[in-house]
């Protein structure tokens, strides 16, 4: 299995609150990426880095900021939850010289 | 926009048939399509992928086949097993410039009854 921790791997927040998850890996990938995965929507990208400190927003970007300052780390934060960001959030790599992405285990949130 | 298209979203099938999945794209960019399995609790993981210059490929009881001309492509599932029950995501890439991100169809859930 591809060495990508995310972490916390459940969490329940309360509406208006901060929330930052975090995507770690020991791959040495350059590409990481974020998604939310909800019922009759697939997978949908919320924002992909290219490379430390080079990110960029995917389509369901709005509500969500993200940081990567190291290779290894890739956060995800929610400037204020709201219940519509109750989701599984996923985390990916990939790197330029393979095709394929490596998932997380995903995160459980539940915005109350 | 909904770049990638799939259907079946549930699919129910017995043990030994055959399970169908397709896919249709919109953006000609594209030129990787992989499909990816997740089982409950875990995240997606890579079953099978092509690429846009061969009409199929198979893998086991696995084939892809793409046509081009009509921007579709599909994923078969031969001799269906209880043990392939799962979602089914299909998803494209455009490998141009730097952005190497997937586009997910939005799913198939597919039960193998034994």
């Known amino acids: 299995d591809a060495g990508i921790t995310q972490s916390p791997r459940h969490k329940v927040t309360e509406t208006g609150t901060p929330v930052t998850l975090r995507c770690h890996q020991t791959?040495?990938?350059?590409?990481m990426y974020w998604y939310r995965q909800d019922p009759g929507h697939g997978l949908r990208l919320i924002h992909y880095s290219y490379g430390v400190k080079d990110t960029d927003k995917g389509e369901v970007s709005d509500g969500y900021s993200v940081s990567r300052s190291k290779t290894e780390d890739f956060l995800l934060t929610l400037e204020s939850a709201t219940s519509s960001q109750t989701s599984v959030y996923f985390c990916?790599?990939?790197?330029?010289?393979?095709?394929?992405?490596?998932f997380g285990q995903g995160t459980r949130l539940t915005v109350v | 926009q909904q770049q990638v298209k799939q259907s079946p979203q549930s699919l129910i099938v017995q043990k030994g048939g055959i399970s169908i999945i397709n896919c249709a794209y919109e953006?000609?960019?594209?030129?990787?399509f992989p499909w990816y399995q997740q089982f409950p609790g875990k995240g997606p993981a890579l079953l099978i992928a092509i690429r846009p210059d061969v009409s199929e490929k198979k893998e086991g009881r696995f084939t892809i086949s793409f046509n081009k001309s009509a921007k579709q492509f599909s994923l078969h599932i031969m001799d269906s097993q209880p043990g392939d029950s799962a979602t089914y995501f299909c998803?494209?890439?455009?490998?141009?410039?730097?952005?190497?991100?997937?586009?997910f169809g939005k799913g198939t859930l597919l039960t193998v009854n034994p």
């Open positions: 990916a790599i990939s790197d330029w010289s393979s095709t394929e992405a490596f």
């Open positions: 791959e040495n990938h350059r590409y």
């Open positions: 998803a494209a890439r455009n490998s141009g410039g730097s952005n190497y991100k997937l586009t």
């Open positions: 953006n000609t960019a594209f030129d990787y």
